[in-house]
């Protein structure tokens, strides 16, 4: 399954962006769909992950302020990121966890930076 992120840039502290990840299989049978970020020099980084029928979970650095979501027949999860911080500048990553069909893969990410 290839993934395609979209939806980084620049963003003001305090503000909102939207993260989309296409793939180009269906993944509604893939059990987990996730987010990272990385940032030079560091490991990369668990966001959020979602599970087919929506049950989600978060790092605490993003808790209360980014959502995962899924939409399953338009092969796409989203991170709504609200009231973002420097420390959220990253490059953010896609990850699907594969099924029987597919091997677990990667997106080529996007970067988000966050800054007055």
């Known amino acids: 399954v290839q993934l395609m992120e979209s939806g980084g840039g620049f963003v003001r502290p305090g503000g909102s962006l939207r993260l989309s990840c296409l793939a180009d299989?269906?993944?509604?049978?893939?059990?987990?769909m996730a987010w990272y970020r990385q940032t030079p020099g560091k490991e990369r980084e668990l966001v959020a992950t979602?599970?087919?029928?929506?049950?989600?979970k978060y790092s605490k650095s993003v808790e209360n302020r980014f959502t995962i979501s899924r939409d399953n027949p338009r092969r796409t999860i989203y991170l709504q990121m609200n009231d973002v911080k420097p420390e959220d500048t990253a490059t953010y990553f896609c990850?699907?966890?594969?099924?029987?069909?597919?091997?677990?893969?990667w997106g080529q990410g996007t970067q988000v930076t966050v800054s007055a």
């Open positions: 979602i599970q087919p029928l929506g049950t989600t």
């Open positions: 299989q269906h993944i509604a049978d893939i059990d987990i």
């Open positions: 990850f699907q966890g594969g099924n029987h069909l597919y091997n677990p893969s």
